[in-house]
């Protein structure tokens, strides 16, 4: 396994080894020794799978009093996966990062707490699996508009598919009593 750091301290990429042959491939998706030793977590709490079709965009989530970290993979198609820091305080405030992830080449993203995570499918048919390092609180649940210029994300569609709930997330703004604060 191999782990790439990003421009944004904490998110990290993860790549595994893919063992490929006539009959198809193998992947050790989660080893708890190597992740340790790689400095990311060996815990999860909660498995996540979702199905998407193209143009669909996700995000972007967070939570506060129970944040998550994600472990995002791809298992089938493809997706632009994001990563926002949006911790009061942190250097990197309201900076992003993205990244493709496929089925084919089986690379994870890692958004660790206090980032906003969000993803556009880019195939007719997306399925995306994330661990979480905590379990999901429905009265958690916060977010950031997709759209939003603070961050000026460079989506890979311009009229997304997006939930109703994700259309009336509040625009990144200091002023807001509901995001991370930065933790040195």
């Known amino acids: 396994m191999k782990v790439h750091e990003t421009p944004l301290p904490g998110v990290l990429i993860v790549e595994p080894r893919v063992f490929r042959d006539e009959r198809g491939f193998f992947i050790e998706a989660f080893n708890d020794e ?5 400095g990311l977590p060996a815990v999860f709490r909660q498995d996540n799978h979702s199905r998407s079709s193209r143009d669909v965009l996700r995000g972007l989530h967070y939570q506060l009093a129970h944040p998550q970290g994600k472990l995002v993979s791809v298992i089938r198609g493809a997706i632009f996966d994001v990563a926002a820091d949006i911790r009061v305080g942190a250097p990197t405030f309201g900076q992003w990062f993205g990244i493709e992830l496929h089925e084919d080449d089986a690379r994870s993203l890692w958004v660790p ?3 906003a995570h969000g993803f556009c499918a880019l195939a007719d048919t ?3 699996v994330y661990k979480c390092t905590d379990v999901y609180h429905a009265d958690d649940d916060h977010g ?4 939003d210029p603070t ?6 569609v311009t009229s997304p598919r997006i939930s109703d709930k994700d259309a009336l997330y509040p625009l990144l703004d200091l002023s807001r009593n509901d995001l991370p604060r930065y933790e040195a």
Do not use: E
């Not at 190597?34 to 790689?38: D, E, L």
């Not at 950031?144 to 759209?147: C, D, L």
């Not at 961050?151 to 890979?156: G, K, R, S, T, Y």
């Open 113 to 115: 707490p206090g980032f």
């Open 34 to 38: 190597r992740f340790r030793s790689a």
């Open 126 to 128: 997306v399925d995306v």
């Open 151 to 156: 961050l000026a994300i460079a989506w890979p």
């Open 144 to 147: 950031v508009a997709w759209n």
